[in-house]
């Protein structure tokens, strides 16, 4: 059979028109981080204890310039506590605490989202064990405050107990939070998407609404320069997590980039 490709010779200048991406989550938003451990592209290694200062190559283009990758994140395993499924099969994290030295650390190098006060969707492709969860505290599992989530622009951890998926920003002196049910989707993969639009919030699992509350802050915190970081103290293997700013004139509903990368990915991660 014969095969006939047609190619321009321009390029496609309109900014509406969508473009084949590297995700499946990707769009036409403005994509701040878009890291997928098991694929090669975005991770270099295969090894066991990837070592510190792995540089994770983001999926998701440069917001000014489409002809280039955006920011990546940055894994800081000093202690090299965190360990990697044979064959690319997702990053495991182990109990620690959220200001230690192990973690994925995002490298715009301050919070991503507060200085302009963004409206933003985040999502994390994780599996969480059944037994031996930290239950000491509210385990953040993406965050960008010094502290706790009071202080938070964004911040997702699993609840006092460990195993009630949560997504809260602060106020400074308080937080206003979503939530899942009990240890929904625990013991598999699982995508926790977390939305901040105005005032309201909303949370995800497995691209379910679980929760909206429309009360959340009017202005996100400036808590300090800090940066934004992944899996300090949850005890789970993560695969996957993408951020974006929302507002722009091509923007989808949130409810319809959750459903899909949902689809995409529901049988992806194992």
């Known amino acids: 059979m014969n095969s006939t490709i047609l190619r321009s010779d321009n390029r496609i200048t309109d900014p509406s028109r969508q473009r084949i991406e590297r995700d499946p989550i990707l769009g036409l938003e403005d994509w701040v981080w878009c890291l997928d451990f098991t694929n090669p592209f975005c991770n270099p290694t295969e090894a066991p204890i990837p070592a510190t200062g792995t540089k ?21 395993n000093a202690g090299a506590t965190i360990t990697q499924v044979a064959g690319r099969g997702g990053l495991v ?84 939070s979503v939530l899942g049910t009990e240890g929904v989707g625990q013991g598999s993969p699982r995508q926790i998407a977390f939305a901040r639009e105005g005032t309201k919030l909303s949370l995800f699992v497995n691209g379910v609404l679980m929760d909206v509350n429309p009360n959340g802050p009017a202005s996100l915190q400036a808590s300090g320069p800090v940066s934004t970081k992944l899996a300090g103290n949850h005890v789970a293997t993560i695969y996957k997590t993408a951020a974006c700013k929302l507002g722009g004139a091509y923007d989808r509903p949130v409810a319809e980039i959750v459903a899909q990368d949902w689809r995409a990915c529901m049988n992806k991660f194992v």
């Open 56 to 76: 994770f190559v983001s999926l998701a283009r440069d917001p000014g310039d489409p002809t280039l990758q955006g920011r990546g994140g940055t894994l800081r």
């Open 93 to 176: 994290f182990p109990a620690g605490t959220h200001n230690v030295t192990d973690f994925v650390e995002f490298t715009y190098g301050s919070q991503d989202f507060y200085l302009d006060n963004d409206d933003f969707l985040a999502v994390v492709w994780d599996k969480q064990t059944l037994t031996g969860f930290n239950t000491a505290n509210y385990a953040p599992i993406l965050w960008d405050s010094i502290s706790n989530a009071n202080a938070a622009s964004l911040w997702m951890d699993l609840g006092l107990g460990g195993t009630v998926p949560r997504g809260a920003v602060g106020t400074g002196s308080a937080g206003q």
